[in-house]
């Protein structure tokens, strides 16, 4: 209702969980276990267990202790590697050194209080950590709401001094006795309770959803019991005036609560949208809701129904004017009594009579429900005694309805608006028992608006439990939508600075894959293959026609900084030309390196940049204010990792000879596809392309490379090709020479592939490490997280093993475009595949002397020696035999086509081809196989994306936004916003202030932040770098120690080797390119004394000089 939002849950007095959250359970390897009655537990490696106080483990694979496998045992945490165990094992085997143990989720029995009695001892889930107190606020306003409902049998008008007086009354008569009432807070939800904000529905309909599914599937934590979330930032300060509220108007809604200058504001601004995913589509389309950049507000106002400040209500029940004025008498007078009136339990039998109503829809059986009976959801009802049943029978009432008066003032006395009152006409007047007194007339009017009052619909005949409770306090009000000709939508592709109109500008490269349907809602079945951002726009402007958006398929990076998103563009798109317009950057990416790209963006261009993003029931929401937070690369986000970052780099050695868990392997097998077919075709691919993919070209310059002499220069036609050709290496001729001719060749180097990944890889570690090896401490070598692998003996009747052999001749005959047979299902005929090898007989084994890394600190390839160090014979062997298969097929075209892989590619494989290899590993290493589908999730990057998760975290980032533009000052909107961190299956939401950012001193006493940037104008072309030194030290007061672009060293003072730079030019040294206005550097500056270090200054962007017209 307006500004105020909440949710309750109710799930009975006996709710199991079959699952607290989605957290996976917690694995680790142990170190030791000792022998005694409360042994301790030693967890191997230095990365804490994680584990809660008082939880249980279950064991397997341990050594020595074999006892304790397959046992689950209670803990008791220690420190972050110790525990201590609730099981004797004095009598146990001894531990020998390897050993697993796993976390078991605990299954939750919840109960829960039925809403009559949480009403007056609410359990309240805090939201705002800044404030916890509001919670409780919260639910007194909407208690207090209810009983107005109760009472008066409409809202709060809205702005209406009257019934804010009213309102506030009733607050301070049922609030809490240790609580002090919040009289500003209950202002701004009376005056807005009929309004609607898009932001909060959106949050609360995730949250809900989530609840529900909750309810169906025992999975995850319910809520305990409330959850309030008020927008108040949002409502002006100064109550707005009649006669500026607009009527007829869409934004009706949303003006009653933030006021018609903060729409105004809301319908001028500009926002750049970066990325159309599932956050971004949730975006556009609060964004269109809230008339985001629709040009204007519609001016018509309905003059019938405008305000007179001088008239007055003769409204008998708001007659009082003055705050010292006590209220009419109430049906209602203590939070016991609405408790009594909301629960029948101790009262009697409900009997239950539906109303004469035959337009209202029958009620739908709810969660809880052990009764078959159905009735209108409008029915009121008695709770009475057998003997003493009285009942009321309604009938529908007539069409045309007078309306109340309207004509009201605000509490500080400004005329007010009603955005279409609702009140009943002679409403039922009530006794507080419940019953109907007396009237005139026993032949009530029904009105359905009167439905909209807290009241039970339903108590389960067989318990006492109140399953069902409707409190309904929101009146319907319909919206008439008039967009004027001037705001007529548009689509463009052109650039955003081209235009003064508001406008949403929204970006993606991305194109619409099958499975973005079941979350990014914008799109349909239709619409795969299509760009994203041009169908998002496309869809969003049916949901608001007056909606500008210019669309583009561009990705935002460093490759088009100086094409597409300049700096001008950023501008241009967040904020337009207008100055008074304040910029917004809404960024929805699905990756880290991503963000920190566009964070720093913004930061370069002082762009306000709202942050989101989920992963399954997770989320977060960060505010970027220019001057005021600190940025979202200031927390030190890592791009290792996931597709999100969602875990560290796996150890060198892990991924490569020793996989401790199934993700190992998975992770291998994706290594495996994009050396095989991505990185090494394309290396290949821009040779061939250099040499216009000719034979004859290659084969004069494999030859020039055997001979040389002046033979070598003039093999070149331009240095491009030179380069290819100085850097070649003996592996990347190998590569070239392996290449298949036939689909035959295709599926036996397929094969050699099995041998070597599957059975000499196994072969070699055992060659290297035998079963009996051990470390220098005198442990065995083989024990966890070490597994001794197995080889495998292919198989021609294995399914899985001609699926590898299978899929990897597919690919290959791709990359090499050769032609494969098709087939009719997924399963790979092995009659094919051993016609094939009909004659092939694998490679023996031999051992080597290659190196295997087992230090677990190496989390990428050891850097290899230079490019060149191949030995020249090998070289030149290797070319020798590139030039006879050139010489062999000089009249074809040679190609080669990187594959870069598609998790929804299903025709070529890609994912089959991970599935193989990675389980194929798992079993030479003795670990579980993994579902295909979670080999997808893994390999594809996916991140578990879910509507509920997207929907509330897509309002609370459109619930800042809005304070952005409402807040009139630095100071307030910095104490006003929150940054988010929700967590669905707990659930919790908590908000916190966002960090301020942080000010560095430099030598001459100034301070800075990462907001700050320095400018020099460079006087002329010629200005030596010596001039440029004093001119920063003549306007900012300090020497220069250091000068760099992009990690390049330009100048280092004490260093003889750059004192000649002084003297030169200092565009000859940082030679900008064509065209370039400007170049960023770094500067460090001198300390001021001999011990003290170089202290580096804020960005410094040197203006270029605009070069001489050749004219």
């Known amino acids: 209702m307006g500004v105020l939002g909440n949710i309750f849950c109710d799930f009975g007095t006996s709710f199991t969980v079959l699952s607290p959250d989605e957290e996976p359970p917690l694995e680790f390897f142990i170190e030791s276990i000792e022998n005694a009655e409360r042994p301790k537990l030693v967890i191997k490696g230095q990365i804490s267990h994680k584990l809660p106080d008082f939880c249980s483990i279950v064991f397997r694979e341990v050594r020595g202790m074999t006892e304790l496998n397959g046992r689950t045992v209670k803990v008791k945490v220690i420190s972050p590697l110790v525990i201590e165990l609730d099981i004797d094992t004095r009598n146990f085997g001894k531990f020998t050194g390897s050993g697993i143990a796993t976390e078991v989720k605990p299954t939750l029995v919840v109960s829960h209080i039925p809403l009559a009695k949480q009403i007056e001892k609410p359990s309240l889930s805090s939201t705002d950590l800044v404030d916890p107190a509001s919670s409780s606020h919260a639910h007194v306003a909407f208690?207090?709401?209810?009983?107005?409902?109760?009472?008066?049998?409409?809202?709060?008008?809205?702005?209406?001094?009257?019934?804010?007086?009213?309102?506030?009354?009733?607050?301070?008569?049922?609030?809490?006795?240790?609580?002090?009432?919040?009289?500003?807070?209950?202002?701004?939800?009376?005056?807005?309770?009929?309004?609607?904000?898009?932001?909060?529905?959106?949050?609360?309909?995730?949250?809900?959803?989530q609840e529900a599914i909750k309810a169906v599937t025992h999975q995850f934590t319910p809520l305990n019991q409330w959850m309030y979330l008020v927008a108040d930032a949002v409502v002006p300060e100064t109550l707005p005036q009649a006669h500026t509220l607009r009527r007829s108007s869409r934004y009706d809604p949303i003006v009653a609560c933030i006021g018609p200058e903060n729409m105004e504001k809301l319908v001028k601004a500009r926002a750049f949208v970066v990325?159309?995913?599932?956050?971004?589509?949730?975006?556009?389309?609060?964004v269109a809701l809230l008339g985001l950049s629709t040009g204007v507000v519609n001016s018509q106002i309905n003059n019938s129904d405008s305000f007179n400040p001088d008239e007055e209500t003769s409204e008998a029940t708001a007659s009082f004017a003055s705050s010292d004025l006590e209220p009419p008498p109430?049906?209602?007078?203590?939070?016991?009594?609405?408790?009594?009136?909301?629960?029948?339990?101790?009262?009697?039998?409900?009997?239950?009579?539906?109303?004469?109503?035959?337009?209202?829809?029958?009620?739908?059986?709810?969660?809880?429900?052990?009764?078959?009976?159905?009735?209108?959801?409008?029915?009121?009802?008695?709770?009475?005694?057998?003997?003493?049943?009285?009942?009321?029978?309604?009938?529908?009432?007539?069409?045309?309805?007078?309306?109340?008066?309207?004509?009201?003032?605000?509490?500080?006395?400004?005329?007010?608006?009603?955005?279409?009152?609702?009140?009943?006409?002679?409403?039922?007047?009530l006794l507080s028992n419940g019953s109907v007194t007396n009237s005139a007339s026993s032949d009530h009017r029904f009105d359905e608006r009167s439905l909209r009052l807290p009241m039970i619909t339903r108590i389960s005949s067989h318990s006492d439990y109140d399953a069902d409770l409707e409190s309904l306090a929101q009146q319907p009000r319909s919206y008439s939508v008039q967009i004027a000709d001037s705001c007529a939508g548009l689509i463009s592709n052109a650039n955003a600075s081209n235009s003064g109109e508001p406008c949403v500008t929204v970006t993606d490269m991305d194109y619409i894959e099958k499975s973005n349907l079941n979350r990014q809602f914008l799109f349909r079945p239709e619409h795969v293959g299509l760009a994203k951002s041009t169908v998002a726009a496309q869809s969003v402007r049916q949901i608001n026609p007056a909606l500008k958006v210019n669309a583009l398929v561009s990705k935002l990076g460093p490759e088009t900084e100086q094409t597409v998103f300049t700096d001008a563009f950023l501008q241009a798109a967040a904020s337009g030309d207008d100055k008074a317009n304040l910029p917004i950057v809404l960024a929805a990416?699905?990756?880290?390196?991503?963000?920190?790209?566009?964070?720093?963006?913004?930061?370069?261009?002082?762009?306000?940049?709202?942050?989101?993003?989920?992963?399954?029931?997770?989320?977060?929401?960060?505010?970027?204010?220019?001057?005021?937070?600190?940025?979202?690369?200031?927390?030190?986000?890592?791009?290792?990792?996931?597709?999100d970052g969602d875990g560290d780099a796996i150890p060198y050695c892990t991924l490569k000879s020793f996989p401790a868990k199934p993700v190992d392997c998975i992770e291998w097998a994706r290594e495996k596809f994009f050396t095989q077919f991505t990185l090494k075709p394309r290396v290949l691919e821009q040779l061939l392309k250099a040499f216009s993919c000719s034979p004859s070209q290659l084969l004069t310059a494999f030859k020039s490379v055997i001979?040389?002499?002046?033979?070598?220069?003039?093999?070149?036609?331009?240095?491009?090709?030179?380069?290819?050709?100085?850097?070649?290496?003996?592996?990347?001729?190998?590569?070239?020479?392996?290449?298949?001719?036939?689909?035959?060749?295709?599926?036996?180097?397929?094969?050699?592939?099995?041998?070597?990944?599957?059975?000499?890889?196994?072969?070699?570690?055992?060659?290297?490490?035998?079963?009996?090896?051990?470390?220098?401490?005198?442990?065995?070598?083989?024990?966890?997280?070490?597994?001794?692998?197995?080889?495998?003996?292919?198989?021609?009747?294995?399914?899985?093993?001609?699926?590898?052999?299978?899929?990897?001749?597919?690919?290959?005959?791709?990359?090499?475009?050769?032609?494969?047979?098709?087939?009719?299902?997924?399963?790979?005929?092995?009659?094919?595949?051993?016609?094939?090898?009909?004659?092939?007989?694998?490679?023996?084994?031999?051992?080597?002397?290659?190196?295997?890394?087992?230090?677990?600190?190496?989390?990428?390839?050891?850097?290899?020696?230079?490019?060149?160090?191949d030995s020249k014979a090998e070289l030149q062997t290797l070319l020798k035999v590139a030039i006879e298969r050139l010489q062999s097929r000089a009249d074809r075209l040679i190609t080669c086509r990187p594959i870069e892989f598609d998790k929804d590619n299903e025709a070529d494989g890609h994912v089959d081809f991970m599935d193989a290899a990675a389980n194929l590993r798992a079993q030479m290493y003795g670990l579980p196989i993994t579902s295909r589908y979670e080999v997808k999730r893994i390999a594809g990057r996916i991140i578990p994306a879910i509507a509920t998760t997207t929907a509330a975290v897509a309002g609370l980032i459109s619930l800042e936004l809005l304070k952005y533009v409402c807040c009139r000052s630095s100071e307030s909107l910095l104490a006003l916003s929150r940054n988010h961190f929700v967590n669905l299956s707990l659930p919790s939401t908590m908000s916190v202030l966002p960090a301020p950012c942080r000010s560095t001193k430099l030598p001459n006493g100034m301070l800075y932040t990462i907001w700050d940037r320095w400018e020099l104008q460079l006087p002329s072309l010629q200005t030596s770098l010596k001039d440029t030194i004093d001119a920063i030290k003549a306007k900012y007061g300090l020497e220069a120690s250091l000068i760099s672009r992009k990690s390049r060293p330009i100048y280092m003072s004490g260093f003889p080797k750059f004192a000649p730079c002084l003297k030169k030019p200092v565009l000859s040294l940082i030679e900008p390119e064509p065209g370039d206005a400007y170049v960023d550097l770094v500067i460090a500056y001198e300390a001021g004394s001999e011990d003290a270090l170089d202290v580096e200054g804020p960005p410094f962007r040197l203006i270029l000089p605009i070069p001489p017209s050749s004219d």
Not at 275 to 286: H, N, P, R, S, Y
Not at 720 to 730: E, P, Y
Not at 781 to 794: E, G
């Open 143 to 209: 208690i207090t709401l209810m009983i107005f409902m109760y009472e008066k049998h409409r809202l709060p008008r809205t702005w209406c001094k009257k019934d804010i007086l009213l309102f506030t009354k009733l607050a301070e008569r049922f609030c809490f006795s240790d609580l002090k009432v919040d009289t500003q807070l209950l202002e701004k939800i009376a005056s807005t309770c009929r309004g609607q904000l898009a932001p909060l529905c959106s949050f609360f309909g995730g949250v809900a959803a």
């Open 275 to 286: 990325g159309c995913g599932a956050i971004g589509c949730e975006l556009l389309k609060i």
């Open 330 to 429: 109430l049906v209602i007078r203590s939070l016991r009594q609405l408790a009594e009136e909301l629960s029948f339990r101790d009262v009697g039998v409900i009997r239950v009579h539906r109303a004469e109503v035959s337009a209202l829809r029958r009620h739908e059986p709810g969660f809880g429900d052990t009764s078959a009976l159905d009735r209108p959801v409008g029915e009121l009802r008695t709770a009475t005694s057998d003997s003493d049943s009285q009942i009321v029978r309604l009938r529908p009432v007539p069409a045309a309805q007078p309306r109340e008066a309207t004509n009201t003032t605000g509490p500080r006395g400004e005329p007010a608006a009603d955005l279409g009152d609702t009140s009943l006409v002679n409403p039922l007047p």
């Open 589 to 643: 990416l699905d990756n880290i390196e991503a963000r920190n790209y566009l964070d720093a963006r913004c930061v370069a261009n002082r762009l306000a940049m709202f942050e989101s993003g989920t992963q399954g029931t997770k989320g977060h929401t960060q505010v970027v204010f220019p001057g005021l937070t600190e940025s979202y690369s200031s927390q030190g986000n890592s791009s290792s990792g996931g597709a």
């Open 707 to 869: 001979v040389e002499g002046s033979e070598e220069e003039a093999a070149f036609e331009n240095p491009n090709q030179r380069n290819l050709i100085h850097q070649l290496t003996g592996s990347q001729v190998a590569f070239f020479n392996s290449r298949p001719r036939t689909w035959q060749d295709c599926i036996r180097v397929g094969r050699e592939k099995f041998e070597k990944y599957f059975k000499h890889k196994a072969l070699h570690l055992l060659y290297k490490f035998p079963p009996d090896a051990t470390v220098e401490d005198g442990k065995p070598f083989w024990q966890l997280p070490r597994r001794s692998p197995t080889p495998i003996q292919f198989d021609a009747s294995n399914q899985l093993h001609t699926r590898f052999v299978w899929t990897f001749a597919r690919l290959l005959a791709y990359q090499s475009d050769i032609e494969f047979p098709a087939l009719e299902s997924n399963t790979p005929p092995s009659s094919l595949i051993a016609e094939a090898l009909a004659d092939f007989t694998p490679a023996p084994f031999t051992p080597s002397q290659k190196e295997v890394v087992t230090d677990t600190s190496v989390k990428a390839k050891p850097a290899p020696v230079e490019p060149l160090s």
